[in-house]
């Protein structure tokens, strides 16, 4: 009797299985490879201290919705001193972004970061979220998307020290997703202004050149 109800269970049990296997999805999206060349500033009156270097790491795309993309970021590499004032610093950062289409050509953006730098002798880390926006359209008979943006940060923390009175950031990025290749070379800049002692201004910039390579995903997952 056992037996036979224990047959009858697993007759039901599988198909059931095997139905929801089969309709098992990965979300739409891309894993990719990134590498960007980073150029670090900082300017408090005084001179300038410049540094450097590559930066490597991955990306995740996933895009939930059709209007909805959301990716997740982290990067890693060594800044190598260009000015005499500045010093070789190791720097990591992790970033997290929403994007939400509004109209045919503009979408809105959300963003976290967390960024490390690690220098001889402290390690500073700073975090912030930013509000903007992305203007892009199509370009080359579609082969190519062509966006801009702009983005301003309400929210920066900076450990050792106060935070700044304007962050803001710009974009420009060109980007080729096709059936299995996600491809994307990008500019940004970061400009952080601080108060200074003595009524003086720092300004503290930071700019990458970011080249994408990555492989879209979303196709049924076997098991």
Do not use: C
């Not at 300038?48 to 939930?64: C, H, M, T």
């Amino acid at each position: 009797m056992r037996h036979s109800s224990l047959v009858a269970i697993v007759a039901l049990v599988l198909p059931a299985a095997a139905q929801a296997q089969a309709a098992l999805t990965l979300p739409k999206g891309a894993v990719s490879m990134v590498a960007a060349s980073a150029d670090h500033r900082v300017d408090t009156g005084l001179g300038l201290e410049r540094s450097a270097g590559p930066l490597f790491g991955a990306q995740l795309d996933l895009e939930p919705d059709e209007r909805v993309t959301v990716t997740l970021r982290a990067l890693g590499g060594t800044l190598n001193p260009q000015t005499r004032a500045a010093e070789t610093r190791a720097v990591g950062e992790l970033a997290l972004t929403a994007r939400l289409d509004m109209v045919s050509w503009f979408r809105g953006t959300v963003a976290a970061l967390g960024r490390s730098y690690q220098g001889p002798l402290a390690r500073q880390h700073w975090s912030e979220l930013s509000l903007g926006g992305e203007g892009h359209g199509m370009l080359i008979d579609n082969m190519l998307e062509g966006s801009v943006g702009l983005a301003l940060a309400p929210a920066v923390r900076v450990s050792g020290r106060s935070g700044p009175d304007l962050a803001i950031a710009g974009l420009a990025r060109l980007r080729h997703s096709g059936e299995r290749l996600d491809l994307s070379l990008g500019y940004s800049l970061e400009r952080y202004d601080f108060a200074g002692r003595g009524g003086g201004r720092r300004v503290e910039e930071i700019s990458m050149l970011v080249f994408r390579a990555g492989l879209r995903i979303g196709t049924r997952r076997n098991r």
